[in-house]
């Protein structure tokens, strides 16, 4: 039991949110679903994780990675952290992700 426990708390570690925006609504229309990702997942990780979390079938994954900005506040500059997004494309037939419940 304590093995299928450390899957599951690094599974959680890989994804961290679903990223909900208008053009990630969108892309539910193609079997697609994005999730904010650990900065250092790969994506073999990513699809890993997201088949055990969610039990479906995982066809693609394509990552971004979001530059920080650098910043001024008060007059002292500072960098925003970098982020990653992962865009999973499940396969046809597959079972479908909804974001708005929570992992089961």
């Known amino acids: 039991m ?7 708390a690094r599974h959680y ?4 949110a679903p990223h909900i925006t208008e053009k990630a609504t969108l892309l539910s229309e193609n079997n697609a679903v994005v999730f904010k990702v650990a900065n250092d997942a790969t994506k073999p990780q990513i699809k890993e994780a997201v088949e055990a979390l969610f039990d479906t079938q995982v066809k693609s994954v394509n990552t971004i990675v979001s530059k920080g900005k650098s910043k001024r506040w008060r007059g002292k500059p500072y960098k ?3 982020s990653k997004k992962a865009i999973v494309t499940l396969a046809e037939g597959a079972k479908q992700i909804d974001i708005t419940e929570g992992v089961g």
């Open 13 to 16: 570690d890989v994804i961290l």
């Open 80 to 82: 925003r952290t970098d």
């Open 2 to 8: 304590a093995k299928k426990d450390a899957v599951d």
